[in-house]
């Protein structure tokens, strides 16, 4: 292989090298691909995560684990998820003991 092709395959090798790397400190690496707009069955949902923006994901995201195992993640900022976001948070609030600081960029809720 001549010296020429050498420095071109170089240079091809830290172009890709390069994009990758943009690519993972962007914020697109969030959990949630699509997101559902409605809610299914209130009975049917186990737990509920809630995941702050980060610099690897730039928007808040909702994450619903069903009881059947399955998950998927909800739309922030549909009116029906701002509803039951609220009212879980306002029976969270509700108790008179609980966690003193948060420890995690996850919060945890129990429907």
Same mark, same amino acid.
């Given at each position: ?27 697109? #690496?969030? %959990? ?5 707009? =409605?809610? &299914? !069955? ?39 998820? #701002?509803? %039951? ?5 306002? =029976?969270? &609030? !509700? ?17």
């Amino acid at each position: 292989m001549s010296g020429i092709m050498k420095v071109f395959v170089l240079l091809a090798v830290m172009v890709c090298i390069s994009e990758a790397q943009m690519d993972h400190t962007s914020g697109k #690496q969030c %959990l949630c691909q699509k997101t559902r707009d =409605r809610i &299914t !069955s209130k009975n049917d949902i186990k737990d509920i995560q809630v995941y702050s923006a980060t610099i690897f994901c730039d928007k808040v995201e909702i994450v619903v684990s069903l009881k059947n195992g399955r998950r998927y993640c909800l739309n922030p900022k549909m009116e029906t998820v #701002q509803k %039951l976001m609220t009212s879980i948070m306002k =029976r969270g &609030t !509700s108790s008179t003991a609980g966690p003193t600081e948060l420890t995690s960029t996850t919060n945890r809720a129990r429907v």
